[in-house]
């Protein structure tokens, strides 16, 4: 990713839906003005989700998501179809696209993603695409859709990213990483610990976005190591309003910083914004409640190498079993694979889900809280082990 580009996880996800060959990955391609898309006559061309980040006018930065066709056949077609249809949790805008000539004989698998996208209340547009090889019934077709376009010939084209802007969730913005937490001329130090697990030469994306944040509301950031903490507000001159740490370094983190600084950490900042904070510190009580042979879900919303001391696979399982006194059996996700059955598990821990769409964290904390099983952030399980929970959420009890 550029550092200039909008993080995947900022993104309004659009994402096309219909039967193969109607035309989702030419309307693709004709919205953007590129070729972006493989287009073939040969029906399954697309047999994966596709992900691809643009910026359009007049809609800004979006994530379209081309997905497979929802009559693919046997085996590894059902398996398509589901994650086509899985696709639909991290979608913010859906386009429903269908090849005209057939709208009238049969619409029962249209009707299917309908129901769904109403269900999860996703703005859904009916898209009658081909325009340019209708025959008859123009009229009586076009009560169908919400639109009716030609990918081949351009026909409405304009007209249909307008009314994607309009249909567009809502950029209002209610909610903030940091920046309701701040006043203009505030200092904010944010503890970056430099180890074998940093990418070198860079900060991580929760880091970046949260220093953005900070200075869209006219505020400082100051940035150091946690062995330079201490020093850092001995010398800084003024009170900081907020330490913010990255979790693993809590406990020096905590016991460094005066108590009458409010305290926290990027992952919990991000379980507020992204996620549901009041549920994932419910679900630290289920921690008393483990026992030897118990699985616990780690999950992550990226995929990146795994070093030797890996947070998800290493630190916090130790620190898990240390403090629980249990043998615990630890499996992990991660990207798009979150499963759908999360019964055998009784407990899930998730990252921060800085690159996740806010949609798709809200649906995987839904899915936890409709299966009944406790769900914790990497940010607020950390801050429990090492004693410092209380300390951290009292920035946003106000």
């Known amino acids: ?27 693709i391609n004709a919205i953007t003005g590129q070729d972006l898309a493989i287009v073939s006559e040969v029906k399954g061309t697309t047999t994966d989700p596709v992900y691809k980040a643009m910026e359009i006018l007049p809609l800004g930065p979006v994530m379209l998501i081309d997905t497979p066709g929802l009559d693919d056949r046997g085996t590894l077609g059902e398996e398509r179809i589901r994650k086509a249809r899985s696709v639909l949790n991290k979608t913010d805008l ?34 009658l695409n081909k325009q340019d090889e209708w025959q008859d019934s123009e009229k009586e077709i076009s009560a169908k859709g919400d639109i009716c376009v030609s990918a081949k010939t351009g026909y409405h084209i304009h007209e249909l990213k307008e009314l994607l802007a309009h249909k567009m969730p809502s950029e209002e913005i209610t909610h903030r990483l940091v920046g309701d937490l701040l006043s203009p001329g505030d200092f904010v130090v944010l503890v970056v610990p430099i180890d074998s697990a940093a990418p070198k030469g860079r900060l991580i994306l929760p880091q970046q976005q ?22 850092t507000l001995k010398h800084l001159g003024t009170k900081p309003r907020l ?18 600084i409010p305290l926290t950490s990027f992952s919990i900042l991000f379980s507020r914004y992204k996620g549901d904070l009041k549920t994932q510190i419910q679900g630290i009580a289920a921690l008393e409640t483990l026992e030897d042979n118990d699985r616990i879900l780690m999950a992550e919303g990226c995929t990146h190498h795994r070093q030797c001391n890996d947070i998800g696979t290493v630190k916090i399982p130790k620190w898990l079993q240390q403090h629980t006194g249990k043998k ?4 992990t996700s991660s990207g798009g694979g979150f499963p759908e059955d999360l019964s055998p598990y009784k407990l899930i821990v998730h990252c921060g889900g800085c690159t996740l769409p806010p949609k798709e964290m809200a ?11 406790p769900i914790v952030n990497y940010g607020t399980l950390i801050a429990e082990l090492k004693g410092v929970l209380k300390r951290s959420i009292e920035p946003f009890e106000q």
């Open 1 to 27: 990713m550029s550092l200039n580009q909008t993080p995947n996880g900022e993104r309004v996800h659009i994402a096309l839906f219909g039967r193969r060959n109607a035309g989702k990955s030419s309307l």
């Open 94 to 127: 859906a386009l429903l696209v269908v090849d005209g000539r057939y709208a009238l004989s049969d619409f029962s698998l249209e009707n299917e993603i309908l129901e769904l996208t109403e269900k999860k209340e996703i703005p859904t547009i009916v898209v």
């Open 210 to 231: 949260v220093i953005r944040d900070v200075l869209e509301s006219g505020a400082t950031a100051i940035v150091c190591r946690d062995t330079e903490l201490e020093d």
């Open 243 to 260: 330490v913010i740490t990255d979790s693993q370094a809590f406990a020096s983190v905590s016991q460094n910083t005066p108590d009458d």
């Open 328 to 331: 615990l059996i630890f499996e």
């Open 363 to 373: 649906s995987r904390i839904a899915e936890a809280k409709d299966q009944q099983i």
